[in-house]
């Protein structure tokens, strides 16, 4: 794995070095030149064909599968704006793709960049020590992740619930999918439109009067 940097006001062609320009039609900020960017990617090509992606707040918003898309492919180019957006023009000639963070306003796209720089990563063979640790991760289901606990036993007068205690297995198990599902009803109970329960993970649900909030959340599932 390998990572070219480039910095897109060394493609600047005049003496202040200036990749911006006021906007045709009027209005508020500046616009990214379409030359200085067209170069800067040329050069960071090397040549080389790769998906270009154009981080901004237009784009459809990065999550984990798409994470996974991208650890696919052999290169990807993350373009980062500043100022008001690039010129329609380069977009149009030059990118695959369009990523967003999220619903939030950023300077410009160099975090979002590196977030996915470092999600992507991640996937890649022999960056986590095990593989098993990406795939178990919270996004594997689309169910959050239960709480944790080390040692001590007692903290400040709180303690470790029983059933991790146990040593049984099977009431782990049970206890840390009851609280992954208590978790994402409250924090995320959009997740649970998407996730396949088995049978025995509905049983569970009915056992633990969960099942009528869930398949309320299902109900709406559009696939
Ligand atoms: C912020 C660029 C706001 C443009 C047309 C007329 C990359 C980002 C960014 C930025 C605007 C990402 C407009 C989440 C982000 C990024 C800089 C608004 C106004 N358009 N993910 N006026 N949030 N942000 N343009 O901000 O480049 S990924």
Redesign the pocket.
């Known amino acids: 794995m390998a990572i070219n940097l480039v910095n897109i006001r060394d493609f600047a062609t005049d003496k202040h070095a200036m990749t911006d320009d006021r906007?045709f039609g009027g209005?508020?900020?500046m616009v990214m030149k379409p030359e200085p960017l067209t170069a800067a990617l040329k050069s960071s090509q090397q040549g080389k064909a790769s998906r270009v992606i154009?981080?901004?707040?237009?784009?459809r918003v990065?999550n984990q599968a798409l994470a996974a898309e991208l650890a696919g492919e052999s290169r990807i180019t993350l373009v980062?704006?500043?100022?008001?957006?690039v010129d329609e023009r380069f977009s149009h000639r030059y990118v695959n793709d369009e990523?967003?963070?999220?619903?939030?306003?950023?300077?410009?796209?160099?975090?979002?960049?590196l977030v996915i720089v470092d999600a992507v990563t991640r996937l890649l063979p022999g960056v986590l020590g095990c593989t098993a640790s990406a795939e178990n991760d919270t996004f594997s289901r689309n169910l959050l992740k239960h709480p944790q606990y080390t040692r001590p036993r007692s903290f400040e007068g709180e303690s470790v619930p029983e059933d991790l205690l146990s040593g049984d297995h099977q009431r782990i198990e049970i206890y840390r999918f009851i609280a992954s599902v208590q978790r994402t009803l409250a924090r995320r109970p959009e997740l649970l439109s998407r996730e396949d329960f088995t049978s025995e993970e509905i049983k569970l649900l009915r056992q633990y009067g969960l099942y009528e909030k869930v398949a309320e959340l299902q109900a709406g599932r559009q696939g």
């Open positions: 906007p209005g508020e900020g154009l981080l901004s707040p237009q784009g990065f980062c704006g500043r100022y008001e957006g990523i967003s963070l999220g619903d939030y306003i950023l300077t410009g796209g160099e975090l979002a960049a």
